[in-house]
């Protein structure tokens, strides 16, 4: 008896749960955010330090291909499509030889305009910012 009771219940709630609001969800971003400025000063002929001093650590450095770095960033907003940026540099004897930028977009296209309470897109990238308090 109670086994039907619980199933019963159970059933009403999950029915009914179309009507309860939708949980939030927060916008997350992740990788190197490359700004054009950056990636004007990339040049095939760099060492891989010099690269790395530009750009950061690559986000995607496979040890099976360690000449080849992948720069990603992902804008993945709460409630909508991921968008994303990828630059792929490849490298020979730690120099660098090529670089694709065919799925490259600038950050600034990919997050947000700044919001109301204070952060701006900068802030998002950088992880810091003013509260506006």
């Not at 060492?47 to 995607?60: C, E, F, H, N, T």
Request: proline share 8%.
């Amino acid at each position: 008896m109670q086994k039907l009771f619980f199933l019963c219940a159970f059933s009403l709630l999950t029915a009914c749960a179309s009507w309860l609001p939708e949980a939030h969800k927060l916008d997350i971003t992740q990788g190197n955010a490359i700004t054009p400025k950056q990636l004007e000063q990339l040049k095939v002929g760099m060492p891989k330090a010099d690269v790395r001093a530009l750009l950061g650590v690559a986000v995607l450095q496979d040890p099976f291909h360690d000449q080849r770095w992948d720069y990603i960033f992902r804008y993945i907003p709460g409630k909508a499509p991921a968008k994303q940026s990828r630059l792929t540099l490849f490298f020979k004897d730690d120099v660098l030889v090529r670089i694709d930028d065919s799925d490259y977009i600038d950050p600034d296209t990919i997050l947000p305009p700044p919001s109301i309470d204070g952060h701006t897109t900068e802030d998002v990238r950088s992880g810091g910012g003013s509260h506006g308090h």
